[in-house]
């Protein structure tokens, strides 16, 4: 019996009880605002070293200055194109490979195997060769990007449209839709919205790849801009580099959320 229903006051943690939007704000307040009153007591306390740990005041005003006077928009926008072109490429590639992997088992016999064992291949080990063959051009920061997420889109895909009800490929078959109708009309409409769920879930995966692509034999990008600051110890461009990346992920996380909502208003009622 709900605590509705019983009259009781309801529990703050529920099981898969939905919160309201005012407990979401605060609580996605109060965890920033412990974050950073930690922080700031840490370093106005002296419990840390303020040459590797600056105070967040230090940090946001190094952040104002690397936009208004160092130029650092510049690397920002390269790193966001990096990010965009990468990810576009493999889900250009994953998103036909995995359907056809969740409909078609014979195709999945043969491909499986291959992205199953790729998928523990570490990407930041493919540097050294990467370097060797393309050189220290853009071509070798996007691979790594590329193959950093690739490999795990296509398994989430091909997870997701096994998972197609099977009354829905029965029912077309059953009507005298072809293999290609079935697919491209049946299954393929009903993974979508899964599909952009995992391109929202891989997309966060390629922005911690970003740091490592660029900060080998680059001299743009966020990643490049830390390794500068690395050398003459500004821990607190670095600490800048990472919260604007961070920014970036959660505002790309929050655009496909939005995208999804606007998509598939049908499914929020679900969760």
Same mark, same amino acid.
């Given at each position: 019996?709900?605590?509705?229903?019983?009259?009781?006051?309801?529990?703050?943690?529920?099981?898969?009880?939905?919160?309201?939007?005012?407990?979401?704000?605060?609580?996605?307040?109060?965890?920033?605002?412990?974050?950073?009153?930690?922080?700031?007591?840490?370093?106005?306390?002296?419990?840390?070293?303020?040459?590797?740990?600056?105070?967040?005041?230090?940090?946001?005003?190094?952040?104002?200055?690397?936009?208004?006077?160092?130029?650092?928009?510049?690397?920002?926008?390269?790193?966001?194109?990096?990010?965009?072109?990468?990810?576009?490429?493999?889900?250009?590639?994953?998103?036909?490979?995995?359907?056809?992997?969740?409909?078609?088992? +014979?195709?999945?016999?043969?491909?499986?195997?291959?992205?199953?064992?790729?998928?523990?291949?570490?990407?930041?080990?493919?540097?050294?060769?990467?370097?060797?063959?393309?050189?220290?051009?853009?071509?070798?920061?996007?691979?790594?990007?590329?193959?950093?997420?690739?490999?795990?889109?296509?398994?989430?895909?091909?997870?997701?449209?096994?998972?197609?009800?099977?009354?829905?490929?029965?029912?077309?078959?059953?009507?005298?839709?072809?293999?290609?109708?079935?697919?491209?009309?049946?299954?393929?409409? +009903?993974?979508?919205?899964?599909?952009?769920?995992?391109?929202?879930?891989?997309? +966060?995966?390629?922005?911690?790849?970003?740091?490592?692509?660029?900060?080998?034999?680059?001299?743009?990008?966020?990643?490049?801009?830390?390794?500068?600051?690395?050398?003459?110890?500004?821990?607190?461009?670095?600490?800048?580099?990472?919260?604007?990346?961070?920014?970036?992920?959660?505002?790309?996380?929050?655009?496909?959320?939005?995208?999804?909502?606007?998509?598939?208003?049908?499914?929020?009622?679900?969760?």
């Amino acid at each position: 019996m709900s605590d509705v229903v019983s009259g009781r006051r309801p529990r703050l943690i529920q099981i898969r009880v939905p919160v309201s939007r005012r407990q979401a704000l605060i609580s996605g307040i109060a965890v920033w605002a412990i974050f950073f009153g930690i922080w700031i007591l840490s370093s106005a306390l002296g419990w840390v070293n303020p040459i590797l740990v600056p105070p967040p005041d230090q940090v946001f005003a190094t952040i104002i200055r690397l936009f208004t006077v160092d130029g650092f928009g510049s690397d920002v926008l390269i790193s966001i194109m990096r990010v965009l072109i990468a990810f576009a490429l493999a889900t250009l590639v994953a998103v036909p490979i995995g359907v056809a992997m969740g409909a078609f088992p +014979a195709i999945d016999a043969v491909i499986a195997p291959f992205v199953s064992a790729w998928r523990y291949l570490p990407a930041p080990s493919f540097i050294p060769i990467l370097l060797m063959w393309f050189g220290t051009g853009e071509t070798p920061k996007l691979v790594l990007l590329f193959l950093g997420v690739i490999f795990f889109l296509i398994t989430l895909i091909a997870d997701h449209t096994r998972d197609v009800r099977r009354e829905l490929i029965e029912t077309a078959l059953t009507l005298g839709a072809g293999r290609r109708v079935t697919v491209m009309q049946v299954m393929f409409p +009903a993974v979508l919205p899964n599909i952009l769920v995992a391109m929202r879930q891989m997309l +966060a995966v390629v922005w911690t790849y970003l740091v490592i692509a660029e900060i080998v034999a680059s001299t743009t990008g966020i990643g490049a801009m830390m390794m500068r600051a690395r050398r003459f110890l500004n821990t607190d461009e670095i600490l800048a580099g990472i919260i604007v990346i961070g920014v970036l992920g959660m505002l790309s996380d929050l655009a496909f959320a939005q995208l999804h909502r606007r998509l598939f208003p049908y499914l929020e009622t679900k969760r």
